[in-house]
Structure formats: C-alpha cells, structure tokens
Nanobody, 118 residues
Framework: QVQLVESGGGLVQAGGSLRLSCAASGRTFSSYAMGWFRQAPGKEREFVAAIGSSGGRTYYADSVKGRFTISRDNAKNTVYLQMNSLKPEDTAVYYC???????????WGQGTQVTVSS
C-alpha cells in the first residue's frame, strides 16, 4: 500500500519561505514521477509542480515559476517543494501526489496547510 505523508506547512509572512516534504513508502519510489498540487478555499485543486522519476525533468505552474523549486531524494524516498517569495495567494492546502503504473496521479497525501499573511 502506497503512503504519502506531507510535512513542513505553516504560517509565514509574505515574502518568506517554507519547504514542504513528502515521504513516500510502499513501492519503488524512484520509478515514478511525483507532483505537488494545492487547493485554496472555494477553489479547485490545481497543479503546482512535478518532477520526473530521476529528478532530471521538472515542471511548474506559471504562477509559481521562479519562486518554487521541486526536488527529490530517491535514497530517502522523499520529494520536496521549496517555496520562496511567498504571496498571500499561495495560501492553500498543499498535496503531494504520486504517479501509478497508468501514469496518472493516483496516490495522494493528506495535505499540509500553508498560510501566507500579508
């Protein structure tokens, strides 16, 4: 059974930084792409960033490009999201997601709250 556990969320002032972590277990972590998504109150869940299985390819939403960095440590079965220059509009619950064999994001963590105050 695949498990994804996020950590690192919290309250930060605008312009500050946070680093989210997602620890994976239950399968060969290094074989699958991973992603981060977020959902703000009253809005649909949206894509934030993704990283290929080896870490060589990364993808970002336009809204976070240049401010967020996704990375992974396959030896630790962990994916990270470094968030800099945070804005109030980044406030959301952030979810870690893992691809399945069908190459869709079928595995999800429980989410971690990020709140950016102005």
């Amino acid at each position: 059974q695949v498990q994804l556990v996020e950590s690192g969320g919290g309250l930060v002032q605008a312009g500050g930084s946070l680093r989210l972590s997602c620890a994976a277990s239950g399968r060969t972590f290094s074989s699958y792409a991973m992603g981060w998504f977020r959902q703000a109150p009253g809005k649909e869940r949206e894509f934030v960033a993704a990283i290929g299985s080896s870490g060589g390819r990364t993808y970002y939403a336009d809204s976070v490009k240049g401010r967020f960095t996704i990375s992974r440590d396959n030896a630790k079965n962990t994916v990270y999201l470094q968030m800099n220059s945070l804005k109030p509009e980044d406030t959301a619950v952030y979810y870690c997601a893992g691809e399945s064999n069908s190459r869709t994001y079928d595995y999800w963590g429980q989410g971690t709250q990020v709140t950016v105050s102005s």
